[in-house]
Nanobody
Framework: QVQLQESGPGLVQPSQTLSLTCSVS??????????WNWIRQPPGKGLEWMGV???????YYNPSLKRRTSFSRDTSKNQFSLKLNSVTPEDTAVYYC????????????????????WGQGTQVTVSS
């Protein structure tokens, strides 16, 4: 069974870049059947899909975040990463990485059941 674990700073200053990494075990990020997603949940709100990176490294982003978001991966470490630029307090959220079986894109809001596996989530607060 695939397991995911997010890591990164819990506090980011406004206008800076938020950087998170997801470490994957129990499956390879280069397996063609899997796709790797970032999702976040601001306080009191639903799950917002941020985007996905496919097994071949191609990436697809939520249009509302595309201008500030980039994904990357390190296949030697079986990790994929998120960078969100120019953060504001509105970017405060619990950030999750999650896996789908097959490449899927979403418009914005998602549900827990849309993904096969989830990380435990990491709280990121944007504040000075």
């Amino acid at each position: 069974q695939v397991q995911l674990q997010e890591s990164g700073p819990g506090l980011v200053q406004p206008s800076q870049t938020l950087s998170l990494t997801c470490s994957v075990s129990g499956g390879s990020i280069t397996t063609s059947y899997y796709a790797w997603n970032w999702i976040r949940q601001p306080p009191g709100k639903g799950l917002e899909w941020m985007g996905v990176i496919a097994y071949d490294g191609s990436a697809y982003y939520n249009p509302s975040l595309k201008r500030r978001t980039s994904f990357s991966r390190d296949t030697s470490k079986n990790q994929f990463s998120l960078k969100l630029n120019s953060v504001t307090p509105e970017d405060t959220a619990v950030y999750y990485c999650a896996q789908t079986e097959g490449l899927r894109t979403f418009s914005d809001q998602v549900s827990w059941a849309d993904f096969a596996s989830w990380g435990q989530g990491t709280q990121v607060t944007v504040s000075s």
